[in-house]
C-alpha cells in the first residue's frame, strides 16, 4: 500500500505517520506538506532515509503537483490532513481557510477520482456541529451548524468530500474528533500554550470566564481511530471520534498548573473569542461498534504524560515560539487583557 498522506508534519499528522510506519510493515507513506507555521519538518526529522517513508513539499492547491505525485509514487489511497486548523487565524484571515480547506480538498477529490485511489480518508473536526448547551452530544446526523470561518470551511470541505462519494463514487470516509492533546502539538493550541507559558512563568490567557467545554482525546487515540476508520470505514460514511473525557477550559489550566508547580495567579482571564462555541461532546458509538475501536488514554494519566513530553522537549518548542508566532501571539492576545 503507498499512502499519501497530507499535511503530514503538523501534529496529528505526525503522530499518524508514526503510527503507520511502526504497525503496517507494509506500507509506504509520502508525506505532502506545504509546511506553514503549524508544518514542522523537524516532526518527522528522524525518518529520513527510511525507504518506507518520502516527504515532499508541496501545496495541496497545486493540481498538477498532486497528479504527477500519485502517478509517480503509485498512491494507492490518501489520507487527508492537510488544513488550516486554528479559530482564531480563521477570524483574523479567512480567506486562506478557504483556500487550503475547501479548493484545497477539491483538487484532493479530483485527483484521487482521476487516478482511482481505492480509499480516500478525509479528515475533519467536531466543530463543523458548532455549539451544544450544557446536555446532548454529537452524533453524525448531527445537523451542520458552523460558527467561525474555520469550521465553516471544513463543513464545506466534508460535504464536497460526500458528494464525490455519492456523485462519482469515489470511496470517501470522512471522521469528525473532538479536541487532541499530544506531543508535537504546535504551541498555540489551549494545552501546550498553557504549558510553554506557565514554564516561563508568563500570564497563562483564559478566554472568557473560562468555563467553556471540550471533549479531550489523546492523538494517539486519534490516530488509531483514523486508521481504524481507513481500513474498516465503510464508503461515504463519517465516523466521530471522542473520548468522553469533557472538561472546561479553566479546568484544564489548572491541571497543567498543578502538574507543573506553578501558582493559579498565573491565570489571566482575556476578552473572549468571537463567536466562541460552549461546549463540544461527541458520542463516538458508531467508531465503537462498527469499527471496533476505542480509547486505550485515560485523560488525567495521559496529560500529566503530555505536560512531561514539553518538559523533556523544550528546545523544540522553543524553536517554534519566535518570529512570526510572536508576533501573531501578540495580535491575538496583546489587546485582549
Given at each position: 500500500?503507498?499512502?499519501?498522506?497530507?499535511?503530514?508534519?503538523?501534529?496529528?499528522?505526525?503522530?499518524?505517520?508514526?503510527?503507520?510506519?511502526?504497525?503496517r510493515?507494509?506500507?509506504?507513506?509520502?508525506?505532502?506538506?506545504?509546511?506553514?507555521?503549524?508544518?514542522?519538518?523537524?516532526?518527522?526529522?528522524?525518518?529520513?532515509?527510511?525507504?518506507?517513508?518520502r516527504?515532499?513539499?508541496?501545496?495541496?492547491?497545486?493540481?498538477?503537483?498532486?497528479?504527477?505525485?500519485?502517478?509517480?509514487?503509485?498512491?494507492?489511497?490518501?489520507?487527508?490532513?492537510?488544513?488550516?486548523?486554528?479559530?482564531?487565524?480563521?477570524?483574523?484571515?479567512?480567506?486562506?481557510?478557504?483556500?487550503?480547506n475547501?479548493?484545497?480538498?477539491?483538487?484532493?477529490?479530483?485527483?484521487?477520482r482521476?487516478?482511482?485511489?481505492?480509499?480516500f480518508?478525509?479528515?475533519?473536526?467536531?466543530?463543523?456541529?458548532?455549539?451544544?448547551?450544557?446536555t446532548?452530544v454529537?452524533?453524525?446526523?448531527?445537523?451542520?451548524?458552523?460558527?467561525?470561518p474555520?469550521?465553516?470551511?471544513?463543513?464545506?470541505?466534508?460535504?464536497?468530500?460526500?458528494?464525490?462519494?455519492r456523485?462519482?463514487?469515489?470511496?470517501?470516509?470522512v471522521?469528525?474528533?473532538?479536541?487532541?492533546?499530544?506531543?508535537y502539538?504546535f504551541?498555540?493550541?489551549l494545552?501546550?500554550?498553557?504549558?510553554?507559558?506557565?514554564?516561563?512563568?508568563?500570564?497563562?490567557?483564559?478566554?472568557?470566564?473560562?468555563?467553556?467545554?471540550?471533549?479531550?482525546i489523546?492523538?494517539?487515540?486519534?490516530?488509531?481511530?483514523?486508521?481504524?476508520?481507513?481500513?474498516?470505514?465503510?464508503?461515504?460514511?463519517?465516523?466521530?471520534?471522542?473520548?468522553?473525557?469533557?472538561?472546561?477550559?479553566?479546568?484544564?489550566?489548572?491541571q497543567?498548573?498543578?502538574?507543573?508547580?506553578?501558582?493559579?495567579?498565573?491565570v489571566?482571564?482575556?476578552?473572549?473569542?468571537?463567536?466562541h462555541?460552549?461546549?463540544?461532546?461527541?458520542?463516538?458509538?458508531?467508531?465503537?461498534?462498527?469499527?471496533?475501536?476505542?480509547?486505550?488514554?485515560?485523560?488525567?494519566?495521559?496529560l500529566?504524560?503530555?505536560?512531561?513530553w514539553?518538559v523533556?522537549h523544550?528546545?523544540?518548542?522553543?524553536r517554534?515560539?519566535?518570529?512570526?508566532?510572536?508576533r501573531?501571539?501578540?495580535?491575538?492576545?496583546?489587546?485582549r487583557?
Amino acid at each position: 500500500m503507498n499512502v499519501l498522506l497530507t499535511g503530514g508534519a503538523g501534529f496529528i499528522g505526525s503522530n499518524l505517520v508514526r503510527l503507520l510506519l511502526l504497525e503496517r510493515s507494509d506500507w509506504r507513506v509520502v508525506v505532502l506538506d506545504k509546511l506553514t507555521y503549524a508544518g514542522n519538518a523537524e516532526n518527522l526529522a528522524d525518518l529520513e532515509g527510511s525507504p518506507r517513508y518520502r516527504f515532499v513539499r508541496g501545496d495541496i492547491c497545486n493540481g498538477e503537483l498532486v497528479a504527477e505525485l500519485c502517478r509517480r509514487e503509485g498512491i494507492d489511497a490518501v489520507m487527508h490532513l492537510a488544513a488550516e486548523s486554528h479559530v482564531d487565524r480563521s477570524i483574523l484571515a479567512p480567506s486562506v481557510f478557504i483556500d487550503t480547506n475547501v479548493r484545497g480538498t477539491q483538487v484532493l477529490l479530483e485527483v484521487a477520482r482521476e487516478v482511482g485511489v481505492k480509499r480516500f480518508l478525509h479528515v475533519s473536526t467536531d466543530e463543523v456541529y458548532g455549539s451544544l448547551g450544557a446536555t446532548g452530544v454529537f452524533t453524525e446526523t448531527t445537523p451542520l451548524d458552523p460558527s467561525s470561518p474555520y469550521s465553516a470551511s471544513k463543513a464545506s470541505s466534508d460535504l464536497l468530500a460526500l458528494a464525490y462519494a455519492r456523485t462519482f463514487g469515489l470511496p470517501v470516509v470522512v471522521t469528525r474528533c473532538s479536541n487532541n492533546y499530544g506531543p508535537y502539538q504546535f504551541p498555540e493550541k489551549l494545552i501546550p500554550l498553557m504549558i510553554a507559558n506557565a514554564l516561563r512563568d508568563r500570564p497563562l490567557p483564559v478566554y472568557g470566564d473560562g468555563l467553556n467545554v471540550r471533549d479531550w482525546i489523546h492523538v494517539e487515540d486519534h490516530a488509531r481511530g483514523l486508521l481504524a476508520a481507513f481500513e474498516r470505514g465503510e464508503d461515504g460514511q463519517v465516523y466521530n471520534f471522542g473520548a468522553s473525557s469533557e472538561r472546561t477550559n479553566l479546568e484544564i489550566v489548572k491541571q497543567v498548573l498543578r502538574h507543573l508547580g506553578k501558582p493559579e495567579s498565573l491565570v489571566a482571564y482575556v476578552k473572549d473569542r468571537l463567536g466562541h462555541d460552549r461546549r463540544y461532546a461527541i458520542d463516538a458509538t458508531k467508531a465503537r461498534t462498527k469499527l471496533g475501536w476505542a480509547p486505550r488514554h485515560r485523560f488525567e494519566d495521559a496529560l500529566g504524560e503530555t505536560v512531561r513530553w514539553y518538559v523533556e522537549h523544550r528546545p523544540w518548542w522553543e524553536r517554534i515560539i519566535s518570529g512570526e508566532y510572536l508576533r501573531y501571539y501578540e495580535r491575538q492576545y496583546g489587546a485582549r487583557s
